[in-house]
């Protein structure tokens, strides 16, 4: 159990979320910053180095305790505790010289390098450490705000957020939700989409991570699915080795757009792990042909962008027959490629969960051909498909999860139709989906049969179907409130057609006896 260091008040959502609201009151007097995908970025490179400085008095005691030595990520006179605590601190023109420029008069009165060039300039002793994790963070921000004085202002702010305990760590989840809207309102709707914490946390249970395996998340964003791994391998830790196999290898990530990593980083590391693996560049910018044994991992998890589109050079990477600019294809083959092909002794196959929109499900052309291979190469064992709504308010798109691994070529096909909570027809923001509807599932997965909710294909008749996975539940009803409005319409009309000529029938029949 992690011990408060300090008797600080616990940062709740409904405080940070009137934190946020006033920083960015603050942030909009500033001349620097044109709007929110300037000033969402300002304020979390300033929160994680206050969150970094919180974890590192929080390590350096455990450290003093067990009689360990402790080496700091940031050492004096750049941790927050040297110029951000005191609110009466340097600031102004003090301020902006010692965070942006290459040298300066430090707080504690010398001269050196400013903030962001020390921190850029940090090297870890092995080569992967959290010195390392911080040097690559900061290479991808910079401080665009004009006014020190409001800059001062946004760092009094945050320094009233304590994220200093594990039971506080879970309202950090309402900060990237906030980011996460705030982004897309921003920047319009790019495909990316925040995973529920349900549906994140039921892809983990249902692949079940072993300690001693790698698990990858491709287009990881705030490190929703890595951090629930993690979580998920800690609790098989049982001894000091068990411990340094966690954090040496166990979740790998790969983000390229700053501020989702920068997140991920700062997830991570308050979640226990001290150095993150997470790749700041484009996972698809390798050729497919050139990714080898090497570089595969045991399990994937992930919610890659679907949507949007990869530049040429991008589509360069993949085979000529299996080019696309729909970036949740081109994932696809990255993940089938990724797979690790000999099996670990004593651990499952290598296998992947990814979560596709309905189009995936019947497309046509490069996406029957990805499919095909899916279906020829791996074991597609099983498609969930999840209820309207599940990623509101992000987007009303009809979502799925396929499950495969390398255990050989798929032979059946379960589809499992995740169904909503009895009397609703949607999620909402207020009324997301909860962990608990997956439990039903989680019990059938592991003694499949035919039910309601579930019934299997084989991968012959798939095949010859043209590789089309959109398979609708043979024991529904159709959803009429979900029907084409011309397709209501047209039954409409043939149910009155129908009720006139059964009413015709019975009327000559009576004037045929006599009635």
Not at 100 to 107: G, H, I, K
Not at 204 to 232: I, K, M, N, S, Y
Not at 373 to 381: A, G, P, R, V, W
Request: net charge positive; proline share 6%.
């Amino acid at each position: 159990m992690k011990r408060r260091l300090t008797s600080v008040t616990p940062t709740t959502s409904q405080s940070l979320g009137a934190l946020l609201k006033s920083a960015r009151d603050i942030m909009r007097k500033d001349k620097g910053l044109s709007g929110d995908l300037d000033r969402l970025p300002l304020l979390t490179w300033v929160m994680f180095l206050k969150f970094l400085d919180d974890l590192e008095i929080q390590r350096q005691d455990e450290a003093k305790l067990s009689g360990k030595r402790f080496r700091p990520a940031v050492e004096a006179p750049y941790r927050w505790r040297d110029w951000a605590a005191d609110s009466k601190g340097m600031t102004g023109d003090e301020l902006l010289a010692f965070i942006n420029n290459d040298d300066c008069v430090r707080p504690d009165g010398t001269r050196g390098p400013g903030l962001f060039k020390y921190l850029r300039g940090l090297t870890g002793e092995g080569g992967d450490d959290r010195r390392d994790v911080v040097a690559t963070v900061f290479r991808g921000v910079d401080n665009r705000m004009r006014s020190g004085y409001l800059l001062r202002d946004i760092v009094n702010k945050v320094a009233d957020i304590h994220f200093t305990a594990s039971d506080e760590l879970q309202t950090l989840g309402s900060l990237y939700e906030s980011m996460l809207r705030e982004m897309r309102d921003a920047a319009g709707d790019s495909g990316e989409f925040y995973t529920p914490r349900a549906v994140v946390r039921f892809i983990v249970e249902a692949v079940a991570p072993r300690l001693g395996e790698t698990v990858l998340d491709p287009a990881c964003g705030t490190g929703g699915f890595l951090v629930e791994a993690f979580t998920h391998l800690e609790r098989q830790v049982k001894t000091v080795a068990d411990r340094r196999t966690l954090q040496e290898r166990s979740v790998v990530g790969c983000e390229a757009k700053p501020l989702p990593y920068l997140l991920c980083q700062m997830n991570l590391l308050l979640h226990g792990l001290d150095a993150p693996q997470i790749d700041p560049g484009n996972a698809l910018r390798h050729k497919l042909t050139e990714i080898g044994e090497k570089d595969r991992v045991d399990v994937i998890l992930t919610n890659p962008p679907f949507g949007g589109e990869e530049e040429k050079g991008i589509q360069g990477n993949f085979p000529e027959d299996m080019r696309t600019a729909e970036t949740a294809l081109l994932f696809l083959q990255l993940i089938m490629r990724r797979l690790r092909r000999s099996q670990k002794p004593g651990l499952p196959p290598a296998r992947a969960a990814v979560v596709v929109p309905n189009g995936t499900l019947f497309g046509d052309g490069v996406c029957a051909r990805i499919k095909e291979q899916m279906l020829k190469d791996f074991n597609l064992h099983t498609v969930v498909r999840l209820p309207n709504g599940a990623f509101a308010p992000y987007t009303g798109i009809p979502t799925n999860i396929l499950f495969f691994d390398r255990s050989g070529p798929t032979k059946e096909v379960w589809f499992y139709e995740q169904p909503l909570p009895e009397g609703r027809k949607n999620y909402t923001k207020t009324s997301p989906m909860q962990f608990e509807e997956f439990v039903p599932c989680l019990k059938w997965w592991g003694k499949r049969k035919a039910t309601a909710q579930a019934w299997k294909v084989t991968a012959k008749e798939l095949l010859e179907g043209g590789c089309n996975l959109d398979r609708k539940n043979p024991s529904a009803k159709a959803d009429v409130a979900h029907l084409p409005p011309e397709q209501i319409a047209a039954g409409i009309i043939e149910k009155e057609r129908r009720i006139a000529e059964i009413m015709g029938n019975i009327k000559r029949l009576l004037e045929a006896h006599g009635a």
